[in-house]
T-cell receptor, first 115, second 110 residues
Framework: AQSVTQLDSHVSVSEGTPVLLRCNYS??????LFWYVQHPNKGLQLLLK??????LVKGINGFEAEFKKSETSFHLTKPSAHMSDAAEYFC?????????????FGTGTRLLVSP | DVKVTQSSRYLVKRTGEKVFLECVQDMDHENMFWYRQDPGLGLRLIYF???????EKGDIPEGYSVSREKKERFSLILESASTNQTSMYLCASSRAGEQYFGPGTRLTVT
């Protein structure tokens, strides 16, 4: 079965410093992978997605993620954090034996950004 | 612009009540989903539907049912609400993998 592991439940950074949110996945097939963001009291918004094209995926708001098959990882990065990036981030896998329409969510990483 | 709406942002119900959560999408998507979100557990799939009147159980369907009579509307039903169903409920729709989410309904069962 597909699964994702988000390695950190909380990440704290200072404004202007790099962001790294880690995600490892497990899949028997070539997966599609997503990162979603949820700001307080808001719905989930798609940040970026990987669907077997380029391994380095650029998303909205300066975020990007790199698909590394050998490491089964899909870490989310941003060169310089902004206060507005404070939110909860979810790594998501789909495809393969769960079917392409069914998403499997990680448990989330809360990003805290201090001035 | 893509839009998924949910009937209530906040809802308080009593144990044993029948509860209806409504979701409407305006994108003509075939697939619709109901999730619940709990701290430390991420989102867990309750039910999904890939066409009108078609439904499939997700990972945690116990205590829930769904209805999809029209393509744009997907309802989640709690037949007899219990306190362990206090949670945030999120609806989503999709056509080609990417899912679009509503703002969520925070349900409290007392």
């Amino acid at each position: 079965a597909q699964s994702v592991t988000q390695l950190d439940s909380h990440v704290s950074v200072s404004e202007g410093t790099p962001v790294l949110l880690r995600c490892n996945y497990s899949s028997s097939y070539s997966p599609s992978l997503f990162w979603y963001v949820q700001h307080p009291n808001k719905g989930l918004q798609l940040l970026l997605k990987y669907t077997s094209a380029a391994t380095l995926v650029k998303g909205i708001n300066g975020f990007e993620a790199e698909f590394k098959k050998s490491e089964t990882s899909f870490h989310l990065t941003k060169p310089s954090a902004h206060m507005s990036d404070a939110a909860e981030y979810f790594c998501v896998v789909t495809g393969g034996d769960t079917g392409f329409q069914k998403l499997v969510f990680g448990t989330g990483t809360r990003l805290l950004v201090s001035p | 612009d893509v839009k998924v709406t949910q009937s209530s942002r906040y809802l308080v119900k009593r144990t044993g009540e029948k509860v209806f959560l409504e979701c409407v999408q305006d994108m003509d998507h075939e697939n619709m989903f109901w999730y619940r979100q709990d701290p430390g557990l991420g989102l867990r799939l309750i039910y999904f539907s890939y066409d009108v009147k078609m439904k499939e159980k997700g990972d945690i369907p116990e205590g829930y049912s769904v209805s999809r009579e029209k393509k744009e509307r997907f309802s989640l039903i709690l037949e007899s609400a219990s306190t362990n169903q206090t949670s945030m409920y999120l609806c989503a729709s999709s056509r080609a993998g990417e899912q679009y989410f509503g703002p969520g309904t925070r349900l409290t069962v007392t």
